[in-house]
């Protein structure tokens, strides 16, 4: 704690009068270190911790950075810069955040820059936009320039300065830079960078009636004198239509009259000009909310209750609690009840789910109990949309945010508790760019610089939190019967090496036994999910004469099918290619299409079964906005007889109608690469198993598989936890891997192989004194090649010990350093990750 205190006391003191002031600035870059600038006199009075000013780095480039800490004492070593300009009248972030982006950066080995970039939405960072100024020295003589130069030159004297929009509509081209170089070579012009605010307030025009008319006797006689005339009948529609609308919603926009009406601009303009109506534009929301409301119309059964009880009493004792419930037990309507208690106590909430796809169900559902008092937060709005959120979680307006791992981001004001549901999904773990932070544990750090609560909730906790919460550091809450007393799927096993008689036959895709179950589910009118982690139409293509498969250029990975594009697509890099038909190595024109993705199991129900109304739910069918929101409400409401998709279909969704499941590929789960693979495979299929029989307790879960010993596959048919963690802890001990280490992974990335290999012994060479007993590497990974950028690993497997672990920190950051500063590895990327998934 005392790090803290000390860091408080830096970022919230701020120093008085006219003495010399400086202060220390984020900029959202990823700069070794937070830069310096001075303070000059005239905007002493308007800085402190958190406001946005104008800065220049480099020679003239313009940012928007935030102020860290202020302070007195002249920096030795250099004269600091002064800061151009205060953007802000108030911070644009809390105290409590800037000391969260600090321990981020500190905990996650990237720069505070990097925090501000991630957290900040893009609208408010503002952005330098190039003008060019014309220079008064010159003597407006253009003899010596060509044509497109003087008619740029011309205008520039007219108006003096020109952006880079207008240039480019003087010469109707684009490529402008040519042109305004030579002008600057010429000495007509100069370039000044200017920073430029991208968030506008989103205006809607409103109609109201002039004062004098608000009476009913005012009106009564405009109506009488205009029927006794009969001029312009349609001024006199438009007003019987505003009169209309004004009665039955309150208020008039100028889109909803225009539309009601029939009526034109102009005839609404004339309405205006004589002084009946009045039009006035006022800044609106662009995200609808509900009207404030906090209803809770269910009650709890006696195992929620009790749940609910031991829940609040731990959170009196222990910061964070971890609730294991198992799939369909109602962990939802807990976190309702603990929800409302936070904001009857005038606290903010923040509801951490780790996918955007489940925001949607959920939201329906909290919107029902707590109205506008909860919004929704993802990476899919657009960017004015995230700033309006943004300033109403920072006036603290809004109550309780629902939203994936970028919603811890903002700027709470008073924070009361954190819900991590489903805390054992690896999608809370930021991957590329940094800040590559753990939502979940990042969150126990936040709420604790609010002296806020976590709830952690899964079906199928991590070994690690449910390890911390056997070892008495979080709470722990058992719910172990679901919801109704409904009974848990009944788990079977399909053997599906007894479908395969021949070794070179393609993999099973749909076995008989899960035909006929699927039949008899939609017979019943029941609805079915089927499970396979792979999109596409087929995994890759293989030459039956040579064995050669399509590879992408860019990446060591195999091409993926897709039929309904008729492309070849590389899933790491993007990149698509045309269908092969000719094999590279041998000529040979037949090809094998092996194993099957989505796409593939798509087609195959349609043609067993012509008449099924069939979904698919991966990446490639799912992309704007509201899709997923819109198949899933298509599922709800029982328009769809089979969803077939990936991990998306697993987490959370909550499908009443649902009694059959089936596991496709098993054995592509259970045969991962990977520490963690027993622990995921069980979370997967536990999950997904858990969407069957949620309200009858009817469900059927086939999982297709052909090692059918594997012990996991045994934990999942008695959906025993305890046995799985159990199992899993021993393996953990005895390879020392989390939850009895902490683990760094280093990743070494050039154009070059061997490059990249040579930084890796540096970096080896360099840690060896004090970490050699921990280090393993360097290694190439499975996939060594990835947009055309090779790959070596090093691994640490630290004790739990905090000095030793941030002193390994200082030396990766130290080597780091070293390694970069030799220009022959400068261009190696070096991308540490604290806690990998």
Known sequence: MTEQSNTSQLLFSQPTGQAALYAEVIVPLALPKNYTWSIPPHLQAGVQPGIRVEVVLGKNKKYAGIIKRLFTEKPGAFDPKPILNILDNEPLVHPAQLEFWEWIARYYLCSEGEVMQAAVPANLKLSSETILIWNEEHEEDFEGLDDEEYLVAEALLLKKELRLYEVQQILDASHVYPVIKRLIEKRVCHVWEELKEKYKEKKETYITLQPAYHSEEAMAGLLNNWNSTSRAPKQMELLLAYLHLEKTTGEVTQSELLKKSGATSAQLKALTDKGILRATKRAIDRIQRLPKDLSIDFALSPAQQQALDETRHLLQEKQVCLLHGVTSSGKTQIYIQLIEQSIREGQQVLYLLPEIALTAQIIRRLQKHFGGHIAIYHSKFNPNERVEIWNKVK?????????????????????????????????????????????????????????????????????????????????????????????????????????????????????????????????????????????????????????????????????????????????????????????????????????????????????????????????????????????????????????????MVVKGLDFENVNLVGILDADAILNFADFRVNERAYQLMEQVSGRAGRKDGEGKVLIQVSNTTHPVLGFVQQHNYGQLFQFELQNRQQFFYPPFSRVIQLVFRHKEDHIAEEAAHIMISGLKPNFQQYLSGPAQPAIHRIRNQFIWEVLLKLPRNAALIQQCKTEIQQQTAIIQSNKRYRAVVIVPDVDPV
């Open 395 to 647: 006036s603290g307006d809004i109550k309780a945010v629902l939203g994936a791992r970028s919603a811890l981001l903002l700027p709470f004001k008073n924070l009361g508790l954190i819900i991590a549901d489903e805390e054992h999904d690896s999608s809370y773990k930021q991957q590329d760019p940094a800040p590559r932070y753990q939502a979940r544990d990042a969150a126990i750090y936040y709420a604790g610089l609010f002296n806020a609560k976590v709830l952690l909730g899964s079906a199928t906790p991590s070994i690690e939190s449910y390890y911390n919460a056997l070892q008495g550091k979080y709470g722990l809450v058992k719910l172990t019967e679901r919801f109704g007393n409904v009974a848990m799927p009944e788990i079977e096993l399909v053997d599906v090496r007894q479908q395969q008689l021949q070794p070179n036959q393609p993999k099973v895709m749909i076995t008989p036994k899960l035909q006929q179950a699927l039949e008899a589910s939609v017979a019943q009118n029941k609805q079915v999910i089927l499970f396979q982690n792979r999109r596409g139409y087929s995994p890759y293509l293989l030459c039956s004469v040579c064995g050669w498969i399509p590879h992408c250029q860019h990446c060591d990975v195999t091409l993926t099918y897709h039929k309904s594009k008729n492309k070849l697509a590389c899933h790491y890099c993007g990149t698509t290619y045309p269908v092969m038909h000719t094999c590279a190595a041998c000529g040979s024109h037949n090809f094998i299409q092996k194993n099957f993705g989505t796409e593939k199991i798509e087609e195959a129900i349609a043609e067993i079964f012509p008449g099924m109304r069939i979904a698919r739910m991966d990446l490639d069918s799912v992309k704007g906005k509201n899709d997923h929101d819109n198949l899933i409400k298509l599922f709800e409401q029982q328009r769809i007889d089979v969803l077939i998709g990936t991990q």
